[in-house]
């Protein structure tokens, strides 16, 4: 009896599958609000190109919000940019703006890089 006791839980053992250990991985990103002011002058704005630049790399668009307001998520330890054009009822887009400060979030709390990235 014995025997047949220790032959089921050693069956009950190999049916059983291993549970993995579990892994914690880090939030590697953190939400950043982009905001502007409307332009003063030409046609008026129906919606906004807003771009994004990661480092060195070439110019994305990341959304064409109807507001002045537009949230995104950014890597940590990345530098990163922004910059917005408005675009009339014709289609036509403005100029761009002048690319924002140069942003790298390193810690739990995001600042502001102090010196910009030579390119």
């Excluded at 982009?34 to 630049?53: D, H, I, R």
Aim: hydrophobic share 45%; net charge negative.
């Amino acid at each position: 009896m014995r025997t047949l006791c220790v032959i089921l839980l050693i069956i009950l053992l190999l049916c059983i599958p291993a549970i993995a250990i579990p892994q914690i991985q880090p939030d590697l990103e953190v939400n950043a609000t982009a905001y502007w002011s409307p332009p003063t002058t030409g046609t008026p704005v129906v919606y906004y190109l807003l771009q994004y630049k990661n480092g060195l790399d070439d110019w994305v668009e990341i959304g064409s919000p109807t507001d002045t307001l537009f949230v995104f998520q950014l890597r940590f330890w990345d530098t990163h940019q922004i910059r917005v054009a408005g675009v009339d009822s014709a289609g036509n887009i403005g100029p761009f703006s002048t690319p924002s400060a140069i942003y790298a979030p390193a810690d739990s709390i995001p600042h502001p890089i102090e010196q910009p990235v030579k390119q």
